[in-house]
Each structure stands twice: as C-alpha cells, then as structure tokens.
C-alpha cells in the first residue's frame, strides 16, 4: 500500500502567482480606473473615507500575513496559501479604489492603486528558498537519505 504523498510547490509556483497579480493590479487600473492620472494636488475631501480607512486595514492585516504569519509556516502549502490570502487582501485595495470612488477623485484613486501595489511587492516570493532549508534542517530523514529506519535509501 502506497501513500500518497504531498505535492511539492517549486519556487517558480510562487513566483507566478505573485507576478500574475502584481500584473493584475496594472491591468485593472487600466482597463477600468482609467490608467494613471496624477492631476491636481491635495487629496479631496470624500464622504467615504471609511473606505479609505478600511483599505489601509486591508494593508494592514496583509502585512501581518507576510511579516508575522509566513515566517512561522513551516511548509510550502501553508505559505502558500497564506500568500494567496495576503495577496487577495492587497488586491481588494485595488478594487476599492477602482470601483468606490468616483473618477473626479483620481487623487484617492492613485493612492489606494500605490498602496495596493506596496502590498503586492512585499509578497515577493524570496522566502520560499527560507523554508526548503528550514524543513531540510528540522527532518533528519531529508539530509540522510534514509527513512525512518535508516535501512533503505529514500527514492526521489
């Protein structure tokens, strides 16, 4: 009887979440937010400024995800999936300055844009090589060469 074991996530898996939506977020600014539009120059006082706090709560909360709850995963599908998660909060960012404020308001829409795109790029997977040396170290077996045993060597 075989068990099944765990599918592994290289690097590049990571790297091409990350960057299909990094590129995402520039595709949606342009196809819907009306690209980039730095005209005028204080920020304009809107009534949903709740938003805007929300938004930076958004930001907040996929800094902790990155910063805090990453570097304690110690498998790949965990940060992955922590990843997604932190990733789908910094695009909301986006959506909410897309699709929540008027298009008179492109101050407040480029701000949400860049701190969309800050939360984006403090995903970038450079963690991940992190993790492969962590569980090396932790797992006996892994640096052996042998299961548990220790009399049969390890298929890869």
Known sequence: MTTATPPKYPASVFWQVWIGILASAFYYQFRDG???????????????????????????????VRWIVIPKANERRR?????????????????????????????????????????????????????????????PTLSSGTTGAGHEPRHR
């Open 34 to 64: 009306g690209g980039f539009r730095f005209e005028g120059g204080a920020l304009q006082s809107t009534g949903y400024s709740f938003f805007v706090v929300f938004a930076v709560a958004h930001f907040v909360a996929a800094s902790v």
């Open 79 to 139: 940060v992955l999936i922590y990843m997604v998660v932190g990733l789908a909060l910094s695009e909301a960012i986006t959506f909410y300055g897309i699709y929540l404020f008027a298009f008179s308001e492109h101050e407040t829409k480029m701000l949400l844009f860049s701190l969309s795109i800050l939360s984006v790029v403090q995903f970038a997977p450079f963690y991940c090589r992190n993790i492969e040396h962590a569980n090396q170290s932790a797992d």
